[in-house]
């Protein structure tokens, strides 16, 4: 079965910047676009990133994302870190039959 | 305002069934594909089904083919899931989610089943 690795955790202080990786467990990370999610306690997901690196609407240019074909990752980083980042974080894709697959989700903390 | 409004759960017996609903509302229901996405007690996000805009495709997550069936009442911006032969791990909140051209771009708050004798 096709899987997403996120790490468990990330934690890092106010103001720095943090980055979640997200490895498929087989194929190329560029054959399908990857979107992110971002989960706050008690609330329902919100998209981050689409299609790989772009934005919604609404979402700071702090958060951004991108795909390294070279370790086959695809990575989210906020930069300029505040204690409302404080969420999970998962990211989603596609498997070979294009149904679509999130991983596992990384618990950021704002220490 | 996008606005998706779940219903339906509650606890129910191993093997028993139980029907979610999803009311919609603030855009065209009729012109997006739309979906279920549960998560299980302290767990993460794990896709269940999704119907095409038009009803006529539907999608399953191996770990529910067969015993889930979504559909769509397009007329009165209803989104459903029939859920038969319930387990123990098929207990999560079940979220109803529109699908935008690319990302699940409008969340319910989710529905919370409980399958436990």
């Known amino acids: 079965n096709f899987m997403l690795t996120q790490p468990h955790s990330v934690s890092a202080s106010p103001g720095k910047t943090v980055t979640i990786s997200c490895t498929p467990s087989s194929g190329s990370i560029a054959n399908n676009y990857v979107q992110w999610y971002q989960q706050r306690p008690g609330s329902a997901p919100t998209t981050v990133i689409y299609?790989?690196?772009?934005?919604p609407s609404g979402v700071p240019d702090r958060f951004s994302g991108s795909i390294d074909s070279s370790s086959n990752s695809a990575s989210l980083t906020i930069s300029g870190l505040k204690t409302e980042d404080e969420a999970d974080y998962y990211c989603?894709?596609?498997?070979?039959?294009?149904?679509?697959?999130f991983g596992g989700g990384t618990k950021l903390t704002v220490l | 305002e996008v606005l998706l409004v779940e219903s339906g759960g509650g606890l129910v017996k191993p093997g028993g069934s139980l029907r979610l609903s999803c009311a919609a509302s603030g855009f065209i229901f009729s012109d997006y594909t739309m979906s279920w996405v549960r998560q299980a007690p302290g767990k993460g996000l794990e896709w269940v089904s999704s119907v095409s805009s038009g009803g006529g495709y539907m999608f399953y997550a191996e770990s529910v083919r067969g015993r889930f069936t979504i559909s769509r009442d397009s007329a009165k911006k209803l989104l459903y899931l029939q859920m038969n032969s319930l387990r123990a791990e098929d207990t999560a909140v079940y979220h109803c989610a529109r699908i935008g051209e690319v990302t699940f771009d409008s969340w319910g708050q989710g529905t919370l089943v409980t399958v436990s004798s």
């Open positions: 299609e790989d690196k772009q934005r």
């Open positions: 989603q894709s596609y498997d070979d039959s294009a149904y679509w697959v």
